[in-house]
């Protein structure tokens, strides 16, 4: 057993205890017996019921405290100095419900995370285990003030994310993959960081002409979205790009509108009728097309791709190698997501007709180091490219 100094019960802080997905959060424990085993464990129910977890163990430091900050993990969910580990390393509980991938969808309530400081260490929370102390915190997409307006005109299905004040604000489109509905965490987040964002569903939502599991809007609803986005009294129409991931990214570089950012994440042929050849091909007509009619407002942004490379020799040989920046992550998975959330290496795709578990690949650390990169350098390049 520990004994405790002082008589004094042993604290967990969390700070800020309330923050932004994308904010770190400093994790630490004091009054705590010096040079001890301890667990640090993680614990959040996801808006459907699974239990997530992730555990750590340290070793106190001399001066009875635990601090993730600085500290190294000797084992668990992650190894070594990893701060915000915790959070990245959360990974459906054992026995739980298989092909679970993180998705939140009531932007208006946090995820809750409860940290809890465990004696000893230990593979789980589990009841054997003595918690020492504990701390609750809230991780927000949606920042105070952050205006979520539902879309419903000429035709378009999606969720307006406004940030506070009068505006005009650049603004974002937001595409995601083929997984469909109508997915409003970025989006959310993105007005959180100063930027109007309409989340679009295009597939996979009752609204929308049916069938639901397949693709049934032209190009020109992509093209009305991004017009409804760039005539909002509170957009700046000159300054409106895509972020799109996987297909998201196949449908923004189809798009007859002139963004003058483009965010791509993790682009793929998920269409397997056309061919990575086609593809490239159909990319490089679309460039051609789009530098030449406006080329200086044109920015484009590649990661995890390897289509990126060939669109790099493209553009390099077309002299517009500047204005692409290709940033690729060894050992990060597809689906780069906003950071310090966890990588869903597999995950259910579909249960109709047949149930369909899907791999998209990563190594949790890698993978984590890659969201974080990617946002920052994601947020900096719209920072120069669409506030400046
Ligand atoms: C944890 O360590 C970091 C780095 O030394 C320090 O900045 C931070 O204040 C420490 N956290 C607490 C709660 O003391
Ligand atoms: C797509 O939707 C239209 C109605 O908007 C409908 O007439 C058409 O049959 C649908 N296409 C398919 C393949 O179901
Ligand atoms: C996939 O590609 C084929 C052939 O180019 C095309 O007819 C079809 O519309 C595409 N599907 C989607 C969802 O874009």
């Known amino acids: 057993m520990l004994t405790i100094i002082c008589g004094l019960a042993p604290v967990l802080t969390a700070a800020p205890v309330r923050g932004l997905i994308d904010e770190p959060i400093s994790i630490k424990g004091h009054l705590l017996p010096r ?19 992730a555990f750590a163990h340290y070793k106190t430091n001399a001066d009875g405290t635990v601090n993730l900050t600085t500290d190294h993990s000797v084992g668990g969910s992650y190894l070594g100095c990893e701060p915000m580990g915790l959070f990245w390393g959360l990974q459906p509980a054992p026995g739980g419900r298989e092909g679970l991938r993180l998705r939140k969808k009531n932007m208006e309530t946090p995820l809750v995370v409860r940290v809890s400081l465990l004696e000893g260490h230990v593979s789980s929370r589990d009841s054997q285990s003595t918690e020492l102390a504990a701390v609750t915190t809230e991780r ?18 999606g969720t307006l994310f406004m940030p506070p004040g009068p505006g005009p604000f650049p603004a974002m489109l937001d595409l995601w993959g083929m997984g469909g509905g109508l997915i409003e965490y970025r989006s959310a987040l993105l007005a959180s960081r100063g930027y109007a964002s309409l989340s ?38 000159d300054r409106v790009g895509i972020i799109g991931l996987s297909f998201g990214v196949y449908l923004a570089l189809r798009t007859a509108t002139q963004p003058s950012v483009m965010v791509c994440v993790s682009m793929s042929s998920v269409n397997k009728s056309v061919g990575e050849t086609d593809f490239i091909k159909f990319l490089s007509t679309i460039h051609t097309h789009l530098f030449t009619s406006s080329p200086s407002s044109y920015r484009l942004m590649i990661r ?17 190698s500047q204005l692409f920046t290709r940033l690729s992550y060894p050992g990060a998975g597809h689906l780069i997501e906003p950071p310090y959330t966890p990588n869903s290496r597999a995950s259910l795709w579909s249960v109709k007709p047949k149930k369909l578990i899907t791999l998209w690949g990563g190594h949790l650390a890698a993978h984590a180091a890659a969201q974080e990169d990617a946002w920052k350098k994601m947020l900096d390049f719209m920072e120069c490219n669409l506030r400046r």
Request: aromatic share 8%.
């Open 35 to 53: 040079d001890c085993p301890v667990t640090v464990c993680a614990q959040m129910h996801s808006e459907q019921g699974d239990l997530w977890e």
């Open 140 to 157: 927000w997409y949606m920042a105070p003030g952050v205006q979520r307006i539902a879309i419903r005109q000429n035709g378009v299905i």
């Open 200 to 237: 679009l569903a295009y597939i996979g939502h009752k609204e929308l002409p049916s069938p639901r599991n397949r693709m049934n809007v032209s190009d020109s609803y992509f093209n009305s979205a991004f017009h409804l986005l760039q005539d909002h009294h509170q957009v700046c129409a």
């Open 304 to 320: 995890t791709c390897c289509i990126g490379y060939q669109m790099e020799e493209t553009l390099k040989a077309a002299g517009k």
